[in-house]
């Protein structure tokens, strides 16, 4: 433990009183990575950042099957509803449009990426990043269709 807050890596963490009675005088604690208590499920908020991508930039369009070379990026949050659409930089590349679209979608702090299909390099470096992959059976869903699925299945 630092004297920043933070443990091994840099991880921030949270203090958990595991025990604490009338009757002791010790109160026992343990600081615990946040990413520890998010896997554990001990936040009880499913509060998550959800990456969709677009063919256009509202939210009646038509998801985008490509990942790395998709149009657009929808960032859907599911604590505030709110809903941005960031123009895809990679779409033009020549090469790895995939390796850096994920590192624009892992910059936005999402948990899940909703798309028509992931490349080996991408799937490899968002399990690296413990993002779920999600691939709808219907790939002519808009964008609006997909986040009323999505969070009626979060219900």
Known sequence: MTANGTIAGNAPVILIILRKTKKQSLVRFAFLPI???????LFKNNIMKIAITSSGNSPDSVM???FGRCMYFVFYDTKTGAMEFVPNPNKDAIEGAGPASVQLVASKGV?????GEF???VKALFDSLKVQLIIPENPS?????IVDKFVKQQK
């Open 64 to 66: 985008d099957s490509r």
């Open 119 to 121: 490349g080996n390099k």
């Open 35 to 41: 990413s520890h208590l998010v896997k554990k499920k």
């Open 141 to 145: 869903l808009t964008i609006n269709q």
């Open 111 to 115: 948990d899940k990426v909703i798309s």
